[in-house]
Every structure is written in C-alpha cells, then in structure tokens.
C-alpha cells in the first residue's frame, strides 16, 4: 500500500532533515513551534486527554461535520483524529501546518487517509495562501493556544475569510481557571496529586494545567520556568530524577504557548462568530476547561 510505502520512507528521514529543506526564513515564533512539533509523532500514542482530545471529544467533531456534510475542509495543524474525520466525510480536504515534518510524521497515526489525495500546506495559518470563502468546516484542537496572543484578532479573521457562507468553525479550546492565580503553589500540587493518586496519569496532566494557570504572564504565555521551579521547591522533580511523567508533561508545552481566561476566550470568538455550539467532555473534573466551540461567521451573502 502507498500509505505503508511512504511512512517507511518518512522513517528513514530525519524529521529536521526535512525542516531544513523546507524552512529558510522563518520568525523566532513559528520556528519554536516547528521545533516542538516535528518529531512530536513518535510519543503522540502515549499521551492522553487533555493532553489531547478524548474519545467524546472526537465523536463529537464526527457528530457535527457529518451535519455539515463538507465538500471542502480545512484541517488546521496535524492531529491525525480530525485528518481521519476529515477524510471520512470530505470530498476534499487541506492539511495546513507551519511544520511538514508534524504533516508528515504524524500521517502514520491516522486509519482513513489517502495520501494520494490529502493536500498538505506547510504555512503559517494567519496568512494562508488559499482563497476566500474556500471551506465549508475547518476543524483544529487547542489552535489558539499556539498563536501569539496579539495574533489573536489576526487570526479569526483570517478563518473568517477563508469560511463559506453558512460554514462552521469546529475547534476545541481551552483557558485558565483565575482561581489559581492567588493560591499557593504547595497547595495546588498536594491537593491535585492526592485528589488522583489513583489516577496518576489523569493527575499530572491536570497538574500542569492548573499551574499553567497560575503561571501566566501579562501577554499570556505560561511560564514554563516558574512550573519547574515549583515542582522542584516541592519535591515533585529534581534536577536529576523527575516523578515518573511529569517530565514529559512539562514537555507538552512551549514559551509560546498562550491562556485566556473563560470571560476572555467567549469575548474573544464572539468578536468574528456566532457561538452555534459548545461540548464539554465529563471525563474529569477540569473537562469544562477544554470545550469544543462551534463558530459561525457573522458575515452574510
């Protein structure tokens, strides 16, 4: 099979092998996320939600663009779930992302593609060279957590030009809780850890969440040293030996990556869009912390 032909290439080739290639000017931002993304394929099956999304997450994407039922669908960055649901139910559709090597990468992760018939798009998604009102449904997950926040408004309108009339927006979300921000850092670690000692996996990924949302600066972004530096005063890792999983926690993020608060995000996507619809999981406690948001474009004709 092609698909099988092809992986067992991309194998053989160094994922920055295949950046270089590809990337000759690229902004300090864009080039932080290709780095963290490119060779993220190979640990990808071993991370869980919210890390990223869940089983109901996913049907329920599946539930709204078989609604849609698109002829053309966007697909922003590489998450193989959304490329399948895309692939099942679009007549066509884009893979856009700033990193080929996440494209490529993580097309061994996915069960429905063709890709003799996916379109790849290695861009920058606040100016992708594509024409207006091109989708019917663009799907994505956590994708304004990757975008600088002055980028934000950029952004939206960017897929506001690329929706067609009485298209949809499908992406999931996520922001901080402020209830975090003036509580201590001990107590945010024993109360989490001990909440789930018998989910430890589930626990420090909500761990870092919580920190995250503690941690966050004036223009957003979560500051990844004040969270190690935390989980180290309190014993969670040292500077040798990390409690088992944190480690590659701490890893799912980057400078880069941006938080709103609740009031802001609504504030935010009502600026572009109609708020069709909002999922919230019930896997954990912290689940209304990550909706799925179904946008429609304010614009008419």
């Known amino acids: 099979m092609f698909k099988n032909f092809l992986i067992k290439i991309i194998k053989l080739m160094p994922s920055k092998f295949i950046e270089i290639i590809w990337n000759e000017k690229t902004k ?4 932080q996320i290709i780095e963290y993304w490119q060779d993220k394929f190979t640990s990808y099956q071993s991370w869980s939600p919210p890390s990223i999304p ?5 049907e329920h994407y599946e539930h709204v663009i078989k609604e849609l039922q698109p002829f053309r ?3 922003l960055g590489s998450t193989p779930a ?3 649901l895309a692939a099942k139910h679009s007549q066509e559709h884009i893979v856009a992302d700033i990193s080929l090597g996440a494209i490529i990468g993580f ?3 996915t069960k429905y593609v063709n890709p003799t018939k996916e379109i790849w798009l290695k861009a920058n998604w606040l100016k992708l060279p594509l024409p207006d009102r091109y989708f019917d449904c663009i799907v994505g997950d956590m994708v304004l957590s990757q ?3 002055k980028d934000y408004q950029l952004f939206l309108r960017e897929m506001n030009r690329l929706l067609r009339k009485n298209g949809r927006i499908i992406t999931r979300c996520t922001y901080y809780d402020k209830k975090y921000i003036n509580k201590d850092s001990q107590l945010i670690i024993e109360d989490t850890l001990e909440k789930f000692k018998n989910q430890p996996k589930l626990g420090k990924e909500l761990l870092l969440r919580r920190l995250q949302g503690k941690f966050i600066d004036s223009n957003k972004k979560i500051n990844n040293i004040k969270i190690i530096n935390a989980l180290r005063r309190h014993g969670v890792i040292c500077h040798n030996k990390s409690h088992q999983g944190i480690e590659n926690i701490i890893n799912l993020t ?7 608060t609740k009031e802001e995000l609504f504030s935010l996507l009502k600026e572009q869009f109609f708020i069709d619809g909002i999922h919230i999981g019930n896997e954990h406690e912290d689940a209304e912390m990550f909706p799925i948001f179904v946008l ?6």
Request: hydrophobic share 30%; proline share 3%.
């Open 254 to 260: 980057t400078p880069s990556w941006t938080r709103l």
């Open 107 to 109: 097309l061994q992760l």
């Open 54 to 58: 869940s089983i109901s997450d996913i």
């Open 147 to 149: 975008i600088e926040w």
């Open 28 to 31: 300090n931002h864009d080039y």
């Open 82 to 84: 959304l490329r399948d």
């Open 296 to 301: 429609r474009s304010y614009k008419r004709g």
């Open 73 to 75: 669908t966007l697909v």
